[in-house]
């Protein structure tokens, strides 16, 4: 038993020893449990076949290698004991079986054709060619089974993805395509023209139609990205922007340059270009690290300092002492600065190192404008000749 896409069963020929009342089945679809116990009513004084032959022929009987079977135009006649009436049957019909035909087998093919578990003494003859024997098939029309995006917003692109049609061909056979596809051709879209319009689909010569809105475009909120930027740019001036890692640094620059890109072409931009740019800055502005970086380097600066001090306080006779202690006053100012940079702090650490050196090596030293933080050479440190000289003078 099986079923037809209407829901008809359909039953192999039967045979009982008494006719039944009720003719009782389960059924179970792939995948499913089976159904409960059905029953359906058997027919009283069923007509009883006695004959079938072809009373039309089928319209199509060469098929391209591949292509499936056509039954469209044929017929059955079949005629019934008793004196009654012949009935003309589809060959579509879900009672028809047809058995050999096969589209990758090439040449003449004969095909058997039953009805309701009787077979019909004739064949349906049919022939399967090449593509090449075949030609190139001839395109009837083309119908949109698929539409892609069909709601647009002025300055938007055309989205094909989706869109999908069939291609009918003169001899019935079908196939699909996509928008996207090679030699498919789409018009008719003006993504700067409001209002609707209709998109023309291209393909072998023939061609279908349907319609878009493109929609005028909504007022461009772009105030909160605006003072996002110019938070970041209060930022370039603050510890967490001038103590951040340059790759860091680099990421916020360039962001900000590619909002303000997006601001300065205004009335090109869209609403999701503003909204990812304000969350890129405000991610961007969230990862700077100076504050973490400026931390670890005072802490390093003060680690310096304590180990010069203690360094000093174990050679109270240092020819260089008031000096160099004066050096490492000037550096605990520097670490409770507010207006302390990068540089200043780099220049600090690099004296205090060269410091401990000459200590450690009993060396004299000199502290030289221990008041400039700013200049790029603050402290020099060297064998003091000119205090030797001094010395030597007095």
Request: with cysteine; proline share 3%.
């Amino acid at each position: 038993m099986t079923a037809d896409q209407a829901g008809n069963l359909i039953f192999k020929p039967l045979a009982f020893e008494s006719t039944p009342s009720l003719l009782y089945y389960r059924a179970q679809e792939p995948g499913k449990d089976i159904s409960n116990v059905l029953a359906i009513e058997v027919p009283k004084n069923d007509k009883e076949i006695a004959g079938l032959q072809f009373e039309d022929g089928l319209t199509k009987k060469v098929y391209r290698e591949g292509d499936a079977l056509s039954l469209k135009g044929a017929t059955l006649r079949v005629h019934y004991k008793d004196g009654q009436a012949d009935q003309l049957v589809n060959l579509t019909n879900s009672g028809v079986e047809i058995h050999g035909f096969d589209s990758s087998k090439l040449g003449e093919q004969h095909l058997e054709v039953s009805y309701l578990g009787q077979k019909l003494d004739k064949t349906l003859t049919v022939f399967v060619v090449s593509a090449e024997e075949a030609g190139e098939k001839a395109v009837a029309g083309l119908e949109l089974t698929d539409k892609p995006k069909v709601e647009y917003i002025v300055g938007e692109a055309l989205e094909k993805e989706g869109g999908r049609f069939t291609v009918v061909f003169e001899d019935e056979t079908t196939e699909t395509h996509a928008l996207t596809d090679e030699g498919v051709e789409v018009t008719g879209f003006d993504t700067t023209k409001e209002g609707r319009q209709t998109i023309t689909v291209h393909y072998k010569g023939a061609s279908t139609s349907f319609d878009v809105l493109v929609n005028p475009k909504p007022a461009l909120n772009d105030e909160y990205l605006k003072q996002k930027l110019a938070e970041a740019e209060a930022a370039k001036a603050k510890v967490d922007f001038t103590f951040a890692t340059p790759e860091v640094k680099e990421a916020l620059l360039a962001g900000m340059a590619a909002s303000e890109k997006v601001l300065k072409e205004h009335d090109t931009s869209t609403q999701d270009q503003v909204n990812e740019q304000l969350n890129q800055l405000t991610a961007l502005l969230k990862a700077l690290d100076g504050q973490a970086n400026l931390t670890k380097e005072k802490e390093a600066l003060s680690a310096l300092t304590e180990e010069a001090t203690a360094l000093l306080a174990s050679k109270p006779n240092h020819p260089s002492g008031e000096a160099l202690q004066a050096l490492i006053e000037k550096n605990k100012e520097l670490l409770a600065s507010s207006e302390l940079t990068p540089e200043a702090l780099e220049t600090a650490k690099t004296g205090l190192e060269t410091l401990i050196a000459l200590l450690k090596e009993d060396k004299p030293a000199v502290f030289v404008d221990p008041c400039d933080w700013s200049r790029s050479s603050i402290l020099q440190l060297r064998a003091n000749r000119c205090q030797r000289t001094k010395s030597r003078k007095s």
